[in-house]
T-cell receptor, first 115, second 111 residues
Framework: GAVVSQHPSRVICKSGTSVKIECRSL??????MFWYRQFPKQSLMLMAT?????????EQGVEKDKFLINHASLTLSTLTVTSAHPEDSSFYIC???????????FGPGTRLTVL | GQQLNQSPQSMFIQEGEDVSMNCTSS?????WLWYKQDPGEGPVLLIA?????ELTSNGRLTAQFGITRKDSFLNISASIPSDVGIYFC???????????FGKGTRLSVIA
């Protein structure tokens, strides 16, 4: 149980285009989902906290107009990278918290490459 | 953002050897977690620690939550080739809060 999926697993796009990444909790409800970014050979850094039905909370230095987060249901959060540039190329990982607990389950990640 | 101090950064060991890695923080955490990440994958939870002084095992893995609540260690006994990967510690404050990660320990096992 407690499986989190991400789609797509890999995406390559041209500079200036927008890319949407989905994070789904498959067998549980998640009131809160977190989005992390991981650059090569580095650790996971929190980008934003996404709560179902409300606006996301962004970490300092993360542009909310560039990284649009929508958490419209208890099982789905989406991250849209708008007007992507090569420096946005990274591994994006979401985690979902089982409602009523503090336990986070991580998705498999999405590798974004912007040409 | 905040990060934990994790060491060592990398380790090269012979198969069968024991491994130890640790994390320290200037802040107190209520929960310490240890994850393993394989290339191109998300982190997988190995051990979760919820109480100061707690010592928990998961097969060949043992982790402890430091008494001061500012540190934790992970031991792997009798390493095998599939232990290769990056190990991350993470701390969590009370409640449904995001995790703060260490920089990772890259483990290589030589057969």
């Amino acid at each position: 149980g407690a499986v989190v999926s991400q789609h797509p697993s890999r995406v390559i796009c041209k500079s200036g285009t927008s890319v949407k990444i989905e994070c789904r909790s498959l067998d549980f409800q998640a009131t809160t989902m977190f989005w992390y970014r991981q650059f090569p050979k580095q650790s996971l850094m929190l980008m934003a906290t996404s709560n179902e039905g409300s606006k996301a909370t962004y970490e300092q230095g993360v542009e909310k107009d560039k990284f649009l987060i929508n958490h419209a249901s208890l099982t789905l959060s989406t991250l849209t990278v708008t007007s992507a540039h090569p420096e946005d190329s990274s591994f994006y990982i979401c985690s979902a918290t089982l409602t009523g607990t503090d336990t986070q389950y991580f998705g498999p990640g999405t590798r974004l490459t912007v040409l | 953002g905040q990060q934990l101090n994790q060491s060592p950064q990398s380790m090269f060991i012979q198969e069968g050897e024991d491994v130890s890695m640790n994390c320290t923080s200037s802040s107190i955490f209520n929960t310490w977690l240890w994850y393993k990440q394989d290339p191109g994958e998300g982190p997988v939870l190995l051990i979760a620690l919820y109480k100061a002084g707690e010592l928990t095992s998961n097969g060949r893995l043992t982790a402890q939550f430091g008494i001061t609540r500012k540190d934790s260690f992970l031991n792997i006994s009798a390493s095998i080739p599939s232990d290769v990967g990056i190990y991350f510690c993470a701390g969590q404050l009370p409640g449904n809060t995001p995790l703060v990660f260490g920089k990772g320990t890259r483990l290589s096992v030589i057969a």
